[in-house]
């Protein structure tokens, strides 16, 4: 870059700064007091920026979030620092990155410390009611968020560990009436994009027969826990499973899947024959058992009749083009709950001293790369490309200019805090590694380094992002990976070569060479209970 052209980028960049300090009145000598507004902190678990249609206008509608961008500021750098859904959410309250806050994997409890506060204590300690309402197992009190709240209400129906956002809206709307008066802050998390796929509207697709009398009708699509209670006759009974699959059009083909399946009692050789005698296919090494429409369990019972039950969960067979239909569909319907709740602050007239923050925890895969057996990658966790880890930051301040700003500088989870102070007038805590991102003064780093971690990450894997390369590093194998955002944005052509690396490259490896080593060194060995677990099955981050 010439040095004429690295003054210029670095003016537009310094004056959307100075603007958005502007817009919402954040100079120094502009802070008094604490503001007497509330303010609402919202985020959307596995939400990728680009299916914002204020980021993106063709994959997704969201007229809601964008109501709030058009009136705000809209950040369109934003890049979680992990894509795991606990310790992104810890690197927002904390301010802290994820290996500092020694929180790497969900089911892994955050140690209290006193030099890191969450930020919501001083909301606590300024005479805010503050209150919390979540979506997903992963994040419940258990593990360490609930610092600083005086309500965290993370209640969940009996096996299922998350809720819609029109039950989190059950909860969250009659609180606000509820707190109209008070002075407040609360925390409203989303999860609808998380896997599974599947909308509140999403119909039945999946039947089971005992015996061709009906056992159960239910949503697979849901991946919820079955626990099935039915009397076997002496000699041979059947299960015939019926599938409905609109995303495999031959009928031939494997139309679900299960990836959990218990009999009790088991099979055994004198009293019990259990035999998946038709439509199935087993995979041991990853045990799933994939089975076709009308597949037939048969259970032969050499005894008297008995009592017997079946447990399950699965999903259906979905094509990349289905997931991605899916997830625009969860997302849709979720910014149709975000409308409720700003449409409750109207009619509760609070929506002109609230102020509003919406940002993502992570991104999603949605089959653009390859896992490591080859198939469509869903998901997160494993990888660190952008759409893994790019995500939607939007403020909303009632009080400013309702003229939409669109900033590029680089803004991560960690600047939450100091923003969300910088706008209530709280002085800052000299503890948050966080940066203001409506203060107009030049930050001179300009690199951020990412993480994800095993055992739920299949390998460790480094990245760190100096706009516009990427480089990923992959210590197990030693393998890394670089990409430029500007000329590539969806990271398909690798430009990392071994041999004569330019000057730049080899500083980038350097840094994320250090980065990874020095992480790797102090990292605690994480361990969870069995509930833990089995809660972390559910939600497919355990398999």
């Not at 810890?90 to 030099?115: L, T």
């Not at 039945?204 to 099935?228: G, M, Q």
């Not at 929506?351 to 896992?371: A, S, V």
């Not at 299949?458 to 990976?481: C, D, S, V, W």
Request: glycine share 4%.
């Amino acid at each position: 870059m010439h040095i004429y052209q690295l003054f210029k980028k670095i003016f537009k960049t310094t004056l959307v700064v100075i603007m958005a300090a502007a817009l919402f009145g954040s100079m120094p000598g502009c802070r008094k007091k604490v503001s007497d507004d509330n303010f609402i902190f919202i985020t959307l678990d596995t939400q990728r920026a680009d299916f914002i249609s204020a980021y993106n206008d063709g994959k997704a509608s969201t007229p809601n979030i964008d109501s709030l961008a058009k009136k705000g500021i809209l950040f369109e750098n934003c890049y979680s620092l992990i894509p795991i859904t606990l310790p992104s959410h810890a690197s927002m309250f904390f301010s802290k990155p994820p290996y500092e806050v020694k929180n790497y994997n969900n089911g892994q409890i955050i140690r209290p410390k006193r030099n890191r506060p969450s930020f919501v204590s001083f909301f606590q300690k300024n005479g805010f009611y503050t209150a919390a309402f979540v979506s997903l197992g992963v994040i419940t009190k258990k593990f360490g968020l609930d610092e600083g709240f005086d309500l965290y209400n993370d209640d969940f129906p009996d096996k299922r560990w998350y809720l819609t956002a029109e039950e989190v809206n059950n909860k969250v709307l009659p609180w606000l009436e509820e707190s109209r008066d008070k002075k407040f802050f609360l925390w409203v998390h989303y999860s609808d994009p998380h896997d599974p796929y599947s909308p509140p509207d999403t119909p039945n697709d999946f039947k089971i027969f005992f015996n061709e009398k009906l056992l159960l009708d239910a949503c697979l699509r849901k991946y919820e826990y079955h626990e099935l209670n039915f009397e076997l006759k002496s000699g041979k009974n059947r299960l015939r499973l019926e599938i409905k699959n609109q995303f495999v059009e031959n009928e031939n083909y494997f139309r679900g899947k299960m990836d959990r399946m218990e009999f009790f009692p088991e099979a055994n050789s004198e009293n019990l024959d259990i035999d998946l005698s038709r439509g199935w296919l087993i995979k041991r090494d990853r045990n799933v058992f994939f089975f076709k429409n009308n597949s037939i369990i048969d259970i032969t019972n050499h005894k008297d009749p008995m009592e017997m039950s079946f447990s399950f969960r699965g999903s259906p067979i979905l094509t990349p083009q289905a997931v991605r239909s899916l997830y625009k569909d969860e997302v849709e319907y979720m910014d149709g709950e975000i409308g409720k709740l700003l449409e409750k602050l109207r009619e509760l007239d609070i929506d002109k001293r609230t102020k509003i923050m919406i940002i993502g925890d992570h991104g999603e895969g949605l089959g653009e790369y390859k896992n490591f057996i080859g198939d469509p990658h869903f998901g997160h966790i494993h990888y660190l490309n952008d759409v893994y880890m790019k995500i939607p930051l939007i403020i909303f301040d009632p009080h400013k200019p309702k003229n939409a700003l669109r900033v590029k500088e680089i803004a991560t989870p960690m600047d939450v805090a100091p923003t969300i102070f910088r706008m209530m007038g709280l002085k800052s805590f000299q503890g948050f590694r966080g940066k203001d991102l409506l203060h107009p003064e030049k930050h001179n780093e300009t690199a951020i380094f990412m993480e994800t971690h095993k055992p739920e990450a299949g390998m460790n894997k480094f990245a760190i992002l100096q706009f516009p390369l990427h480089m990923i590093f992959t210590p197990e194998n030693r393998a890394y990976q670089l990409f430029n955002l500007e000329t590539d944005p969806e990271e398909k052509h690798d430009l990392f070569g071994n041999k004569d690396l330019p000057d730049e490259i080899k500083t980038l490896k350097q840094r994320l060479n250090e980065f990874a080593r020095d992480v790797l060194k102090n990292k605690e060995e994480i361990k969870i209970d069995k509930k833990t677990e089995e809660m972390l099955r559910s939600l497919g981050y355990i398999k």
